[in-house]
């Protein structure tokens, strides 16, 4: 049940444009000199210049390398072509964990309510994904509820409560600080009450501390827990693109603490390096499950990894 967009579809292709005029429309111009040692080098420095990570990039290239001396590759658009092969290949990663998402982006039988819990730092894109998905899948016709968990901040609940309003949806909220637990309580109740199919949490990206912030999310964690053993069924990270690197650190922060199940890539379209994406996939082996390429509603596209390298690598 991947959300299909509302109105006119996420553009990936244009959201990658800027990462892709940047970096990867050299990659073509390296090849085509012919496969002589010197090119490995330059994408080398291409491929890290675009963050995809220095040990990410070994890996590719050392694949790649592989690849055209054993099958003795001559040709620059077939060594190409294996390049993107194993680029896909670094994408396409499923762990069977995570319930909601398949790697195909599909599932036959969904829990009900599936519940979703939103995690990322202050500033990554969370709130607004959230209103993204509430829209996508009302669109579907599914009855959504959101719970209002990040009570940290005041305009956190009102923002929450625009999407909500904008998508049609319940929202569940409760004064700015007061207990997340009991925010997410009562969502959970209400969500039984009104027989709603997904419930999406909202969650806090910035404490008085880290430490802080974890501890609240295991908590977070329990209180689903206790009323829904298997839940939640998805735990979604926001990554910001635009943050390269960084976002590496954070992704295996939370992943240590909650239990990582996908990744959204939120501002691809602000970016030039978008190569993050292969080192999140490949260091945390966490999948991507969705990009944002925008801050429109229907700006969230399901994230395909064959689409994405090709969009890459198109013009
Ligand atoms: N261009 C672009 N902007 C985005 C995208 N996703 C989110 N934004 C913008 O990023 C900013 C922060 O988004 P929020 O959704 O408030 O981020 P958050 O993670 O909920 O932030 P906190 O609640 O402070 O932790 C907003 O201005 C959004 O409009 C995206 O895919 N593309
Ligand atoms: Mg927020």
Redesign the pocket.
């Known amino acids: 049940m991947a959300p299909a967009a509302a109105g006119e579809a996420a553009d990936v292709e244009h959201a990658v444009e800027r990462t892709r005029s940047t970096w990867f429309s050299r990659i073509g111009g390296i090849f085509r000199r012919g496969l002589s040692e010197e090119i490995w080098e330059e994408l080398e420095e291409t491929l890290i210049a675009a963050d995809t990570g220095v040990e990410t990039t070994i890996r590719i290239i050392a694949d790649v390398k592989e690849r055209v001396k054993v099958e003795r590759i001559s040709d620059p658009e077939a060594a190409i072509q294996a390049l993107k092969d194993d680029m896909v290949r670094v994408l396409e990663v499923d762990t069977g964990r995570g319930q909601i998402w398949h790697a195909n982006g599909q599932r036959e039988a969904l829990p009900r309510p599936a519940i979703i819990l939103v995690v990322g730092v202050?500033g990554t894109g969370?709130?607004?994904t959230i209103g993204k998905l509430a829209h996508a899948y009302s669109t579907q016709g599914k009855k959504v509820l959101l719970a209002a968990g990040?009570t940290f901040r005041a305009a956190?609940i009102e923002?929450?409560k625009h999407w909500g309003a904008s998508a049609g949806v319940d929202v569940v909220a409760h004064q700015q600080g007061a207990d997340p637990g009991a925010v997410i309580f009562d969502a959970l109740v209400a969500a039984e009450k009104r027989d709603a199919d997904i419930v999406i949490i909202?969650t806090?990206?910035r404490l008085h501390t880290k430490v802080n912030l974890m501890e609240e999310l295991r908590k977070v964690n329990r209180i689903i827990q206790r009323k829904y053993p298997d839940a939640p069924h998805e735990v979604l990270l926001v990554l910001d693109a635009t943050s390269g690197q960084n976002a590496m650190h954070q992704a295996k922060y939370f992943t240590e603490a909650v239990g990582v199940t996908g990744v959204v890539l939120a501002k691809l379209d602000g970016t030039a390096k978008g190569g993050v994406i292969f080192s999140i996939c490949d260091q945390l082996q966490v999948p991507v499950r969705f990009v944002g390429t925008g801050e429109r509603p229907q700006d969230l596209a399901p994230f395909e990894p064959r689409e994405f390298v090709e969009a890459l690598f198109a013009g």
């Open positions: 202050n969370k709130t607004t990040d956190a923002q929450l909202d806090a990206g």
